[in-house]
């Protein structure tokens, strides 16, 4: 996914398209299962109210990794993308495939289904932190291939957000065991 047209476009087509693609963190990581999309018209977006410290990198060049701390505890890891600055993609769960020992090491857990299962996780388990705020995603330690075939992918209401929480900006691959959390087939 090198090329940055397959970023330039509306966060929730860009999100729905990362669902079934492989994220690599140095070789550790897995097919991406669940993301949701936030653009700088969404009140829950942190480019609603424009550029800061903070969120600089979706204001920047898209194809870009945007990391933050999230509750200054966990790292949580978007991909900057859209037609216009300050949009993003969060990855919040992945199935893991590649490096097992490694995020099993990293998160001190050996279930695979919790190894990437949410945001924190995910970062925890890749050793994502802000140190690749702003990092290139086509350049190591970032691989992003994109998905082989079409695959169902369900759409529903974004978590862990207080505003814009009916936008329909979640994308879950239909059937996974690694999201965070189900979208039942009649919500979609």
């Known amino acids: 996914m090198s090329d940055p047209a397959f970023f330039r476009r509306d966060a929730a087509v860009v999100a729905r398209d990362l669902i079934g693609a492989r994220l690599l963190v140095d070789g550790v990581g897995g097919v991406i299962v669940e993301t949701e999309a936030y653009d700088p018209l969404d009140p829950a977006s942190h480019s609603a109210r424009g550029p800061s410290p903070r969120n600089a990198a979706m204001f920047g060049p898209v194809g870009r990794a945007y990391v933050y701390r999230s509750y200054g505890i966990h790292w949580c890891l978007n991909l900057v993308c859209g ?8 990855i919040r769960a992945l199935e893991p495939t590649d490096g097992l020992a490694e995020m099993q090491a990293r998160r001190g857990v050996a ?24 990092h290139p995603l086509d350049v190591p330690p970032f691989a992003l291939q994109t998905r082989g075939d079409a695959i169902a992918v369900l759409p529903g209401p974004r978590i862990g957000i207080t505003r814009g929480v009916d936008t329909p900006w979640r994308f879950v691959m239909a059937g996974s065991r690694f999201v965070s959390r189900t979208i039942a087939a009649r919500q979609a």
């Open 83 to 90: 037609c216009e600055p300050g949009s993003a993609v969060l």
């Open 111 to 134: 279930v695979l289904r919790d190894l990437c299962r949410g945001p924190g996780r995910l970062c925890q388990a890749l050793g994502i932190t802000g140190a690749l705020d702003h």
